[in-house]
């Protein structure tokens, strides 16, 4: 005689999701951490984003903080610096156009031998 033993493949999948889990936990705890971490932050506090626009609104012809400006802006409001260029990235693209004294100054200076351009025959 053979005897047949049934098995529950529900107890032997938690026997193994068990065992995994013993195994594994820390590590799983960690992926977490890390997944947790990178989640997306969302808007920036209302008293950043002021004292940021009182930056863009004084420095509005030429919109781009130095090293120490961003280290002093991000100090004073709680940021860190990746978060200040990210806001001035996105802030020149939505919301700055460069004057015309401003091209003008940018197109000087990739000339530095003071050649005239010229269009359509005529000098610029």
């Given at each position: 005689?053979?005897?047949?033993?049934?098995?529950?493949?529900?107890?032997?999948?938690?026997?193994?999701?068990?065992?995994?889990?013993?195994?594994?936990?820390?590590?799983?705890?960690?992926?977490?951490?890390?997944?947790?971490?990178?989640?997306?932050?969302?808007?920036?506090?209302?008293?950043?984003?002021?004292?940021?626009?009182?930056?863009?609104?004084?420095?509005?012809?030429?919109?781009?903080?130095s090293e120490t400006d961003k280290v002093s802006l991000a100090e004073s409001?709680?940021?860190?610096?990746?978060?200040?260029?990210?806001?001035?990235?996105?802030?020149?693209?939505?919301?700055?156009?460069?004057?015309?004294?401003i091209q003008f100054v940018i197109m000087d200076s990739l000339n530095p031998?003071?050649?005239?351009?010229?269009?359509?025959?005529?000098?610029?």
């Open positions: 005689e053979i005897e047949v033993h049934e098995v529950d493949p529900r107890a032997e999948d938690r026997e193994l999701k068990d065992q995994l889990l013993r195994k594994y936990s820390g590590y799983f705890n960690s992926l977490k951490q890390e997944f947790l971490k990178k989640k997306k932050k969302g808007k920036l506090p209302k008293e950043a984003r002021q004292k940021l626009l009182e930056w863009w609104n004084v420095h509005y012809k030429w919109p781009y903080p409001i709680g940021l860190d610096q990746k978060q200040i260029n990210n806001w001035f990235i996105n802030q020149r693209k939505r919301h700055w156009k460069p004057s015309e004294d031998h003071g050649a005239s351009f010229y269009m359509d025959g005529a000098e610029c």
